[in-house]
């Protein structure tokens, strides 16, 4: 990854961000870098500084039995169950998702995002998979949430989330300016948390840049601050160079 920021500041090509995309961590939640990857996170940080590139990390809103938090978010109740009150995964696998309707679960977060990223200075967070009322064929009404079990409050479950980031920051006095947060998803209210917007993983195509513009008209319409679309179609964010994010502003 230092190879790639190097090479961006070498050849003289502008670059304002770098994204560490998902599966950095050993296990589903630990919300961590794996080690054995990453050995001097701090060091990582302070060099992309030094080129003028902040860093941006994915985080993902889902625990695993394996994960190093399971068993303090298992059984304080910080997790979603289904109406009858078992847990069960999301989109597949062993993940199960975090309720950020719970005060208490969106103040363990946070302390997890801090002891695992925030103490580098990393205050630049793509929430990825923010979008929980679609992730599977099981209706999000059919789970129960601290703040109840009905579709809208499935589908305002990323203010929350974004919540959870922005009051975290404010209680370690960091002001909105100074931190960034990218969801694939989005509520009314989550502008006020320093949340941008973009619109997902798209294809290739003519039809789809269309659609985008198309998208983007919409969106501006709804009162987002910031929205942009991935660059050319690319799948992640992985490589993409964010110093040109904002796509389109709402009119005054």
Known sequence: MLDVARGYVSRGLPISVIVIDWMHWVHQGDWAFNKECW??????????????ITLMVTFWPFQSRESQ?????????YLVPRLNGTLDSWDGGDQYLYDPFNPDARKAVFQKFMEGYGKYGIKTIWIDAAEPERMDDKNVGNWRFAAGTDAEVGGAWVQQHTRMIADGMKTIGIEPDDYFILPRHAWAGIWSHSAALWSGDIVSTFDELKMQ???????????????TTDIGGCKRLTSLTLSRL???RPSR
């Open 39 to 52: 050995p001097d996170v701090q060091a990582m940080v302070d060099e992309l500084g030094t080129m003028g």
């Open 213 to 227: 513009v198309t998208t983007a008209q919409g969106t501006m319409m709804s009162g987002p601050v910031l929205w």
């Open 246 to 248: 904002v796509c389109a």
């Open 69 to 77: 938090h399971w068993t303090e978010f298992e059984s304080n109740g």
